[in-house]
Each structure stands twice: as structure tokens, then as C-alpha cells.
């Protein structure tokens, strides 16, 4: 769990970057309709959690900067007995404001006219525009006298960026989740059916260890289908002899988790399948090696291209100069994606990549990234010897970044092919 403190001072963190005379204003993500009446599980607005922690719908959190000093306002559903009925408790204004150390909460009702009374002597508004919401046109419309408009989510981001203690505990909870819910695939995969199946008995574990849910829509793909990198439906047959790539990591207390492993269905690799897979975890192991504070996480990814690309000429699957290969984009064709990405509250993380000069930001202390090298050879791809074709393989980890090295947060899954073979 996240303390109250830590809020306190992401916020004073917050306020320290913005302008003065400015008011910020944060919105609860709104619920999602998933069909005529029936909604989508709620799910909280990461950037709105991540500055105060707060779970409810229908609510909005206010910074206001004068000159030095702030004041913070939290705005929350009314208690409603009738709709608490049907929909759960509220906090209301009362609780809320009990829990949370912000200087006044109102109620939700009552944002448009202190909004308007709070926008008055300020001169500027930060928000994030890009959400899709009403309200944000709304807030636009309320803002519009005021001279300058900026996005909000670039200033959380740089703070979400680095990962507090709390923060970290809460991914390795995630991950201990996750690391059995793999291993059961593990031990499993050769007496199910299905894709989907295997799917139930990963989720099942999620939900038994007390993940909220699944951290993205796991992509459960066996054989060729791992060829496709979004590959969701999950609803065909496990094959023999095949491999079946699994991207599920689940997300707990709002933290995610992002591992993929590629396990054979039967429990044991064909040689062609070893020889690639030797290859992307060799991959996978050198360039976790290299993260450390300072390393540009392009120069990461440049380094994986080349290795990878080595090893595919090793393998007879790509001819050639290992930089002419990569310039004429043949690698790109096996290997479309990059290294990894930072990860946190969202399984991509929003922090951002480079800084407001536009300058890559180089990995810093605390920072959590995935490292996720992969290739992918359809099976109709009549220029890589037969045996290799229809293979798809992923292998990623997430990892911490420290001052002097890294810390692989989810260095106890299974992903040597002895351990896989054993369960
Ligand atoms: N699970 C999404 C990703 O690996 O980036
Ligand atoms: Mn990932
Ligand atoms: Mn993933």
C-alpha cells in the first residue's frame, strides 16, 4: 500500500514543476460502458491515482499555485443511499476528507462553480487534453479566458518516471502472482486443449492471489499465431509440438506486471525450436546485463537488433552484412519492436521517453523497464529454412535499474529451457 505521505510529497513534488498563478486540474477516469447498461470493471485513472490514491468515479482532484504556496482540493461523489445500493459505497466528503490531507473536499456537484471561482486571477491551466471524456471539453470551455494551456500528463510522467520503495513492493507482489501463474502454464499446457483454457488457469491464479485483474489482455498464442503480436482472441487449439508464446502478467494494488515466456504445448523443445529460443534468451541476457543508470535505452535496443541479427545469420535464417541487414530493414521483417518500455502503474508506462527539449532521457535509479527481445518467422516465409518457419518467440522480463547495475524483478520465472522442461 502507498501511504498517505508518499501523496503528500508527489504533490509538493508536482507543484515545485508548475507556474505560478496556475491551476491544476486532475479527473477521475469515467466508467466505461461495455454494452447498453452493462459497464466495463472500474478501473482508476493512473495519472488522478498516482497524485492522491483515491479509487472512486466521479471526481477530480485541484492544485491551485499562487506565489510559492498551494492549496489542494479534492472533489468526490455525494453519499446517495439509493445509488450506494446498486453500485457500492462512497467515501462522501466527510471520510474523504478524514483519509486524505488535502486542505478542503467538496463534493463533485460543486466543481463547476468553485472551478469557476478558482479559474478567476490565474493564468494557467493544466490539464490533460488528450483524455476522452466530455468533461474535457467542458473544462476547456470553463479555461478559456485563461492565457496558457498546457498538458498536465507530461509533468506526472517525469514523476512516475522513478519508482518509490512502496512502488517497488507492490511490482514484485505482481510479479510473485505472475511467476505462478507461469509456472502453472508450465506444469499444465500438455493436458489442455486450448489456448483460451490455459488462458482460464493463468487468470485463475490472478484472481485467487488477489491481483485485481490482468495487468493488459493476456495473449495466450500457440505455433503461428505468435507471429501476430497483439494476438488476443486465444480461442484456438494447443498443438503438438508446437510452442506457445504467453504475455500475461497481472496487476496488483494498480501496479502491473509484463512477462512473456515461450513454452513448448508437449513439454519438451524440437531442436529447431531450442536453437532459436537459445538464441533470443542469450540475447535477453546480454542486454539485461547493460542496463544501468545512465544507458540510453535506444542504444539498448541497437545493441539487441545487432545480436539478434548475428544470431539469425547463425542460424541460416537472414544472409548477409550484420549493419546492411539492419539498414535495409530484413531484421525489422523478425524482430518489429523495440527492447522494452518503461512500466509502473500503466504495463506501458506514461512516463516519457525523451525530455521537453526533446532529448532522449537516459535510465535512471529507480525506473522500471521491460526487456522483451523477440522473433517472429510466419510460417508461409519461404526465404527461412523450413524447419524455423511458423516460430514465434518472446522472452521478457521486468527490471529495475540501478545506480550501478539492474535488479531482475522477475528473475525467478522459469525461462532456461531445463527449468521449463522440468515442470
Ligand atoms: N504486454 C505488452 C508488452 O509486452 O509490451
Ligand atoms: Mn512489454
Ligand atoms: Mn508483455
Not at 482532484?61 to 461523489?77: A, C, G, M, P, R
Not at 439509493?82 to 466543481?111: C, H, P, Q, S
Not at 506526472?156 to 511490482?171: D, F, M, P, Q, Y
Not at 507461469?182 to 499444465?188: D, E, I, N, Y
Request: with cysteine.
Amino acid at each position: 500500500m502507498i501511504k498517505e505521505k508518499e501523496y503528500v510529497k508527489r504533490r509538493s513534488a508536482l507543484v515545485k514543476k508548475l507556474k505560478r498563478h496556475s491551476i491544476t486540474i486532475l479527473l477521475s477516469a469515467k466508467a466505461q460502458q461495455r454494452s447498453n447498461d452493462t459497464e466495463y470493471p472500474y478501473r482508476q485513472n493512473s495519472n488522478f491515482y498516482y497524485m492522491c490514491g483515491f479509487k472512486e468515479d466521479n471526481a477530480a482532484l485541484v492544485i491551485v499555485k499562487k506565489d510559492k504556496n498551494s492549496k489542494t482540493y479534492l472533489f468526490v461523489q455525494k453519499k446517495d443511499e439509493l445509488l450506494e445500493l446498486w453500485t457500492g459505497k462512497r467515501l462522501g466528503k466527510k471520510e474523504a476528507k478524514a483519509i486524505f490531507n488535502v486542505d478542503a473536499v467538496f463534493t463533485m456537484d460543486k466543481f463547476d462553480k468553485q472551478i469557476t471561482e478558482l479559474f478567476k486571477d490565474k493564468l494557467s491551466l493544466y490539464f490533460d487534453f488528450t483524455m476522452k471524456d466530455e468533461r474535457v471539453d467542458q473544462l476547456r470551455e470553463l479555461g478559456s479566458n485563461l492565457l496558457c494551456h498546457y498538458n498536465i500528463s507530461h509533468k506526472v510522467g517525469e514523476l512516475r518516471l522513478c519508482k518509490s520503495n512502496a512502488e517497488i513492493t507492490l511490482i514484485k507482489k505482481a510479479l510473485s502472482i505472475t511467476k505462478e501463474a507461469h509456472h502453472l502454464a508450465m506444469s499444465k499446457a500438455k493436458n489442455l486443449n486450448s489456448e483460451d483454457e490455459l488462458q482460464a488457469e493463468i487468470e485463475y491464479v490472478f484472481k485467487k492471489r488477489g491481483a485485481y485483474s490482468d495487468a493488459y489482455t493476456s495473449i495466450v498464442a500457440c505455433g503461428n499465431n505468435a507471429n501476430t503480436l497483439h494476438y488476443i482472441k486465444n480461442d484456438e487449439k494447443l498443438q503438438n509440438n508446437k510452442l506457445i508464446l504467453i504475455d500475461a502478467g497481472c496487476e496488483y494494488d494498480y501496479y502491473a506486471s509484463d512477462i512473456t515466456r515461450t513454452i513448448p504445448v508437449n513439454g519438451k523443445f524440437t531442436q529447431a525450436q531450442k536453437e532459436l529460443y537459445s538464441m533470443i534468451l542469450s540475447v535477453e541476457k546480454e542486454i539485461i546485463r547493460m542496463v544501468k543508470a545512465g544507458v540510453m535505452r535506444t542504444d539498448l535496443h541497437t545493441k539487441s537488433e545487432e545480436l539478434l541479427c548475428e544470431g539469425l545469420i547463425s542460424l541460416g535464417i537472414l544472409k548477409g552484412d550484420v549493419k546492411k541487414l539492419i539498414k535495409k530493414k530484413k531484421l525489422k521483417k523478425y524482430y518489429p519492436h523495440g527492447i522494452g518500455h518503461w512500466m509502473g502503474l500503466d504495463v506501458h508506462d506514461t512516463g516519457p521517453y525523451k525530455d521537453t527539449k526533446g532529448k532522449e532521457i537516459p535510465l535512471l535509479a529507480g525506473m522500471v523497464m521491460t526487456v522483451e527481445p523477440g522473433i517472429y518467422i510466419p510460417e508461409d516465409d519461404t526465404s527461412v529454412p523450413k524447419r524455423f518457419r511458423g516460430i514465434g518467440i518472446r522472452i521478457e522480463d521486468d527490471i529495475l535499474v540501478t545506480k550501478d547495475a539492474c535488479e531482475n524483478l522477475s528473475n525467478e520465472i522459469f525461462k532456461e529451457i531445463e527449468d521449463i522442461e522440468s515442470l
